[in-house]
């Protein structure tokens, strides 16, 4: 691919959440958002939690286990992986809205005995045509270059991604660089690019709110993301979602990032 513009110091602005939307807590029983705090969230328990009981959505999503995230790697394989993107995803318009209810799904094309076990990652209007043909969502909305389950493992392991790939931003001196950066957390190659054309749109599109927030929590105390992950919301994320199709709150996962239950998809994996 062509060579890429070095990424400054100011590339630390990485690792922001890359989805659309941020919104305040309502003020009802809806106001405790959806999320696993952590020391950098700036939310407590009271504020935060990894469950949702807003108006008919009761949901809590199981803890996925070691073996269990790891089996995503090692127990299967995509039959045609993503290619490389070839091109800034950031210089083409966002791709439109999914229509409600589309879904990513996991459809097994080999023997239930192969190590690892192919599949093939397929878009489904709704979550019963999906189940109709055997296949398991792993997602809502389109599939892209990170819904595979080898990269849906890094999202399970890592409660907080801002944290790495933030160091991967400041750490790497290239586009490249921060690739294989990124690449050594887990990710897959063209889901590792996604994930740094986001961090270098970001910093030229966010730089002033962004330095300002460089010491702040994620959240200031009403809920609300700070002014740095609010604008990488804003002006990167719907380029993200469209091109890497799987986010945490699509994919029903918890995260030091908090969001509002109605913003989040419940939804269980089990392959």
Do not use: I
């Amino acid at each position: 691919m062509p060579r890429r513009p070095a990424l400054p110091l100011l590339a630390l602005l990485a690792g922001l959440a890359a989805c659309a939307g941020s919104s305040p807590a309502q003020p009802d029983g809806c106001a405790v958002l959806f999320g696993r705090p952590s020391a950098q969230t700036g939310l407590g328990d009271a504020q935060c939690r990894p469950s949702c009981a807003c108006g008919a959505t009761v949901w809590t999503p199981p803890a996925y286990g070691a073996a269990f995230v790891d089996s995503l790697v090692t127990a299967w394989a995509p039959e045609s992986p993503f290619p490389p993107l070839s091109a800034d995803p950031y210089a083409s318009p966002a791709p439109p809205d999914d229509p409600p209810g589309t879904v990513c799904a996991v459809l097994p094309t080999g023997p239930a005995g192969a190590a690892p076990r192919p599949y093939r990652l397929d878009t489904w209007p709704t979550e019963a045509a999906a189940r109709a043909a055997g296949a398991r969502p792993t997602h809502f909305g389109r599939c892209g270059v990170c819904s595979t389950l080898a990269n849906l493992a890094v999202y399970m392991r890592e409660n907080d991604l801002t944290a790495p790939v933030r160091a991967c931003g400041l750490s790497s001196a290239t586009f490249e660089a921060n690739v294989a950066c990124l690449q050594g957390l887990g990710f897959d190659l063209p889901c590792a690019q996604v994930w740094a054309y986001n961090t270098a749109h970001t910093r030229s599109a966010c730089l002033a709110p962004c330095l300002a927030a460089l010491d702040q929590p994620y959240h200031l105390p009403d809920g609300r993301l700070n002014d740095c992950l609010r604008c990488d919301e804003e002006r990167s994320g719907a380029v993200f979602k469209g091109v890497a199709g799987r986010t945490r709150r699509n994919s029903g996962l918890p995260n030091a990032l908090c969001r509002p239950c109605a913003e989040v998809q419940p939804l269980v994996h089990d392959y």
